[in-house]
Every structure is written in structure tokens, then in C-alpha cells.
């Protein structure tokens, strides 16, 4: 089919997927997870071809890879969803007018959720089974790396639901995974309600600049670590360790560092022996290759990247008065934490950093839907308009006045 004939389909069968009850979303979800782990050795087959096919790096291969506990993780991502309720439905507000109107606001799905996204297969189950909870139908875009396993992804779990029972034409898989075809996706404002990207900076800003349809931006992550004056040496190191070493792939890893001066005097050397004994390249400003001859020089680009590897930059300053800003000015506004045990500044942290998710005394790399208790997430919307930080449920509904009458007009 053309990118117009399945966003079309995925438009006609949009009902079925908005007059579920939840006890069928529930069902639909339980034989959709037990899918996964039942074919797990033919998904991982389909995704083998990918990986074979595949020339873009062991970070990008990376996300790309699907295994027997990767599997189990994304099913059970959909069996989390079974415990949390459908927003649609949901009233927000009621009240009457004085000439007897009864208004009310509620929660309803967008309708058809386009997802155009890169690498990373789990997406594809996650858009689904959020899709699915929340109402919505979905069409799917992914990147031509990830095709067979995407494929094989939407086919087991649309054959346990027939075999069920369950119609489940609403969810649609574009098969053109071409530069125009992505483009004519974008295009596709007849069908699309919304749509949300999910990949590199460069794929976000294409959406953002060629798409008819309303887009969700979800960004990329140039996460910040700012170890204030009175942090613990050893928390401070296991969270940084955390958020930059224990999986560098992705959008909520550390990218930067930023330290208080008087506690760089005394920890850096130490802190930076860590993450170069882990594998990571450390580059820093002049001041941090001055306390520590081991730190690398930074170029000023290095400040604003997200490096998705096993490099990290570092900045020192005076204080926090001095860190907010900077970090504000090199943030992509995703995710951002401080280690202290100063009350006072952990609280001015989190009022005045300007991204979607700051953490106090924690590893960034919590910003994930699953994690949060969503089940699992659409992405991380780094806009401030209608949703912010990891995209749940109820970020896929917006909301519908209902007004009951008794033969009111307007004079």
C-alpha cells in the first residue's frame, strides 16, 4: 500500500480502537505481551537481518538490538498498562450555565497518532499498546534499519489479536521507508491527527519543518550532572557513573558535567580516573584541564552535543549562581540533576532549570516512561505546549466539550 492508502485504513478502523472497553484493551494488551515472548526467537531472527544489514556504528546497533530479556522488557511494558486506566472517558470538569447548559469537559483520544521514528524496535510496541490503552489508532514509520523487526513486531502482536477475536486494523505499518516517503508521511494532515517523531535531532527537525500535521517535539538529550559544593564524593560518583556509563546510547544519559570549583579541587582527579577507567572520554574546559592534567581540551561545540557515546564534557564554575545559567544556555531541556545536600540550592534548582524533567540527588536516566510508572512512553516532548517530559497516556488524549441541553437557544 502507498503512505496515503495506510494512513487511509488506519483512519476508517480509528473507532474500533476509541469504543473498546477496558476490559478488551486489557485482553488485547495481556495476548499482545504474551506474543512477543512466545515468538521472541522470530523476532529476534527478523531483527538479526537488520543487524546484519546495518553500517552505522556499534551506539546505533545498539539500539537497534532486540534480545531474549529486551523482549521480556517490552512485554512487560504492555502488561504495566493493564493496571493503569484509560484517560479517555475522563471528565475533567462539569458545571451549568445560568440558562441550564450542561457543560462538560472530557478526556478523548487524538484519534490517529502517526509515530515516524529511527533504530529502536521497542518503540514500536510501545506506540501500540499506548495507542491501544489510550484510544487511539496508530501508523507507524520506522527507519529502514529496523524494518524486519518492526514487521515482525506488528505481526505477531495483530495475529494474537485475531486469533482472539479482536479487530485490529487500526494499527497500520508503512511499508515505503524511503527519504519521500517519510516526507509524504508528514504530509498526511487528511488522515494524521498528531504527529510524534523519535529519533536524531536531524529526523525532529525534518518533522518540524516539513510536516502538515501538528507535531509533538520529543528532543535529543545534552543531559547535565551539576555536582554542587556540598555534594558526597561517593553519591556524587555513583550517580554520575549511572547517568553517563550504564547505557550511553540514549537520550537521558549525562552528556556534560559541571562542578563546583571547590569541589573540583578536591574530586575531579578522582571522579575523572572513574569515567576513564570506564571507557570514557573526558574533555573540559581550561579550568578543568588545569585542576586536572587528565582532562582533554573541549571545543566550544562540545558544551551543546549530545554525544550518545562514551564522551562527556566538563565545566567548572563558581557556583550555582553561575551553573544555572549555563547549563540552561547548553541544555536541550530534557533532563538535568544536582547532587548536594544543601536544601536551599537543591530547591533553586528545581525552580529555576528550564527542562522538562530536573532531578535532585538522582541519575537522569529515570526520564522513561517505564520507569515513571507510564508503563512505557511515546517519547520525551521537550515542548512546553499540551505535554512535557516522558508521554503517557493521558498525553496521547486532549480534551472535548460536551454540552446537554433541554432546548436552549440564543438570543
Known amino acids: 500500500m502507498t503512505v496515503a492508502e495506510t494512513c487511509a485504513l488506519a483512519k476508517k478502523n480509528a473507532c474500533a480502537a476509541a469504543n473498546l472497553t ?3 484493551r486489557n485482553r488485547m494488551l495481556t495476548l499482545a505481551a504474551q506474543a512477543l515472548c512466545s515468538r521472541a526467537q522470530e523476532i529476534i531472527k527478523a531483527n538479526e537481518k537488520d543487524i546484519s544489514a546495518c553500517t552505522r556504528g556499534e551506539q546505533f546497533i545498539d539500539r537497534l538490538r532486540l534480545s531474549d530479556s529486551r523482549i521480556a522488557e517490552i512485554a512487560e511494558g504492555l502488561t504495566q498498562l493493564c493496571a493503569l486506566p484509560c484517560p ?11 440558562n441550564g447548559l450542561d ?16 533504530a529502536r524496535p521497542n518503540v514500536t510496541a510501545d506506540a501500540i499498546g499506548l495507542c491501544l490503552k489510550s484510544g487511539n489508532a496508530v501508523v507507524l514509520r520506522g527507519s529502514k534499519d529496523a524494518y524486519f523487526s518492526n514487521a515482525a513486531i506488528v505481526e505477531a502482536m495483530k495475529e494474537a489479536w485475531r486469533q482472539g477475536g479482536f479487530a485490529c486494523e487500526f494499527v497500520q505499518l508503512i511499508e ?8 509524504e508521511f508528514m504530509r498526511q494532515k487528511k488522515y494524521l491527527d498528531v504527529l510524534i517523531p523519535r529519533g536524531s535531532a536531524a529526523l525532529i527537525q525534518s518533522a518540524l519543518e516539513n510536516s502538515t500535521v501538528p507535531v509533538i517535539e520529543t528532543g535529543t538529550g545534552n543531559c547535565h550532572i551539576y555536582l554542587e559544593s556540598s555534594a558526597l564524593p561517593e553519591k556524587a560518583l555513583s550517580i554520575l557513573m549511572n547517568a553517563k556509563t550504564q547505557r550511553t546510547s540514549v537520550c537521558n544519559a549525562a552528556e556534560s558535567l559541571v562542578l563546583d570549583e571547590s569541589f573540583a579541587q578536591k574530586h575531579l582527579a578522582t571522579i575523572v580516573s572513574a569515567l576513564q577507567n570506564a571507557g570514557v572520554e573526558v574533555v573540559g574546559d581550561a579550568a578543568a584541564q588545569a585542576i586536572c592534567s587528565a582532562v582533554s581540551p573541549a571545543e566550544e561545540e562540545d558544551f551543546f552535543t549530545e554525544f550518545l557515546s562514551l564522551k562527556i564534557s566538563v565545566k567548572i564554575v563558581r557556583d550555582i549562581g553561575e551553573a544555572i545559567p549555563f547549563i540552561n544556555a547548553h541544555s536541550t531541556g530534557h ?5 548536594t545536600e544543601n536544601q536551599e540550592h537543591a530547591e533553586r534548582f528545581l525552580r529555576e532549570i528550564d527542562s522538562a524533567c530536573v532531578y535532585v540527588n538522582a541519575s537522569t536516566r529515570f526520564t522513561d516512561g517505564f520507569e515513571f510508572g507510564f508503563g512505557a512512553e511515546m517519547g520525551i516532548s521537550t515542548q512546553k505546549l499540551h505535554a512535557r517530559g516522558p508521554m503517557g497516556l493521558r498525553e496521547l488524549t486532549s480534551y472535548q466539550y460536551r454540552i446537554r441541553g433541554n432546548g436552549q437557544i440564543r438570543k
Do not use: H, K, M
Request: with cysteine.
Open 22 to 24: 477496558e476490559e478488551a
Open 103 to 118: 457543560i462538560s469537559r472530557v478526556r478523548v483520544p487524538f484519534g490517529v497518532v502517526g509515530i515516524i521514528y529511527e
Open 88 to 98: 479517555a472517558g475522563e471528565v475533567l470538569e462539569r458545571y451549568q450555565t445560568e
Open 335 to 339: 533532563s538535568e540533576a544536582i547532587v
Open 176 to 183: 515505503d521507508c524511503s527519504r519521500e516517503g517519510a516526507r
